[in-house]
């Protein structure tokens, strides 16, 4: 967007069946909030205090499976959550994240 956001909170999370690697991504931001709960997997948590007119922030982290999957994993939707111009708070989702796994 062509203007600034303030107040940034990026949620993900990864299912169950999978756990967190804890792994430093060069250039990319670290988590600043990990939990874990043993039935609804691990939610992953970036804040940002604002981002600048058309910035771009990278997030990433690398997730091992607890046993092998044959098909695929699909990720539900990751959330973004900020303060709009208004004032408003407002929430944004992605798409759900299919991977599949060729044998």
Known sequence: TSELIENVTLTDLLPSLASLENEVHIGSMTPTQILKNDKKGT???WHMEALEP?????VSYKARTKMVIIGGLTLPPAKAKFKAKTGSDRTVKSNKAVMTIGV
Do not use: G, H, P
């Open 43 to 45: 939610l992953i948590k």
């Open 54 to 58: 058309f910035e771009e922030r990278i």
